[in-house]
């Protein structure tokens, strides 16, 4: 089974940038379908965006279109997320998930098999 340790999360003013980074171990990437989830106090867990186990094809929530980018890098077994113009309602834990050769297009938590510990984003207006 692959294991998924989240990192990169900090407190940011309106408008900045992060990149979270998921190490990945146990099994290789190139194998999962590989996401970014996002889940914020008293509401339920939401897609952000995810890679297929090609690491051709990816998939985004509206919400973060043109401002979100996933990335893989299978020579580290590493997933990153670049996270541009960032607002206040983009606070939230940020978890990486990964589902064994699964759809790009499976967007439900239900999805995916394996999860990390989440890290938490703060974005301050």
């Known amino acids: 089974q692959v294991q998924l340790v989240e990192s990169g999360g900090a407190l940011v003013q309106a408008g900045g940038s992060l990149r979270l980074s998921c190490a990945a171990s146990?099994?290789?990437?190139?194998?999962?379908?590989t996401g970014w989830f996002r889940q914020a106090p008293g509401k339920e867990r939401e897609f952000v965006a995810a890679v297929h186990w090609s690491g051709i094809g990816t998939k985004y929530a509206d919400s973060v279109k043109g401002r979100f980018t996933i990335s893989r890098d299978t020579a580290k077994n590493m997933v990153y997320l670049q996270m541009n113009s960032l607002k206040p309602e983009d606070t939230a834990v940020y978890y990486c998930a990964a589902n064994l050769y699964g759809p790009v297009s499976s967007i439900g938590p239900k999805a995916y098999d394996h999860w990390g510990q989440g890290t938490q984003v703060t974005v301050s207006s």
């Open positions: 146990g099994r290789t990437l190139s194998t999962y379908t």
